[in-house]
């Protein structure tokens, strides 16, 4: 089955899970758009599938309503937005740094809801469009030492699921991805005693297609997805 949609653009972009969104997107015949705070890192990714590339920093609301004017100019509206950007503190709660989880729970929540609104501008009038989140174990339960990731990653889930609950009768499909595990990389391979122990990016971005293949009679709004030895 096709995917109903043209463009597609990913916030967060680099290495890893949207990496592989965007080779798998391109291959289905989507325009491509990769946004980051750094687009220089992205030169490599977009050379390969032919994806613009755009600057912006996720939790400036600003930048944010310049980035889809950037889009839209370049790739026309996106059918598709994925919000993959994230950002952590970890520590110690008693001694973290306010300033650190304050921009961490900007980029992983914050930044989410502004480009949340953004797309939601555009896609209601056409009755159209898909918004994915890329969430984490985190935003299922909180770790120790990683209170900001937490709160970010929850928040996100209820911005998720509020959204869901709003435009999906407006024919947008909302989805929320719980990245439940490592997800492996060349810096992260699996551990030699325990092979085949974290998920794929390929893996992942998969399950992503999977759900955009969707008919709207039978949409998912969470997806669960975990290597097959992952505890949960």
Partial sequence: ?????????????????????????????????????????????AAETGAATFSADAADPQAVAELFGQ?????????????????????PLASLDPEAVRRAVEVT??????????????MEPRGHGALL?????????????SAAFAMGKFALRGLAQSAARELAP??????HFVVDGAVRSARRPDPADKPDSTLTPEGVARAYLDVLRQPRDAWSFEVELRPWVERF
Avoid: C
Wanted: hydrophobic content about 55%; overall charge positive; glycine content about 14%.
């Fill in 109 to 122: 929540a914050y930044g989410a809801f502004l480009v949340a609104r953004e797309a939601a501008r555009r």
């Fill in 1 to 45: 089955m096709s995917l109903p949609y043209r463009t597609a653009l990913i916030v967060g972009a680099g290495a890893g899970i949207s990496a592989a969104l965007a080779r798998l997107l391109a291959a289905e015949g989507l325009q491509v758009g990769l946004a980051a705070r750094d687009a220089g890192k992205l030169a490599g990714l």
């Fill in 133 to 145: 989140f890329t969430g984490a174990t985190a935003g299922v339960k909180g770790f120790p030492l």
């Fill in 71 to 91: 889009a839209e100019a370049r790739l026309g509206e996106p059918d598709v937005v994925i919000y993959n950007a994230s950002a952590r503190a970890p520590g």
């Fill in 170 to 175: 407006k024919g947008i499909h909302v989805a």
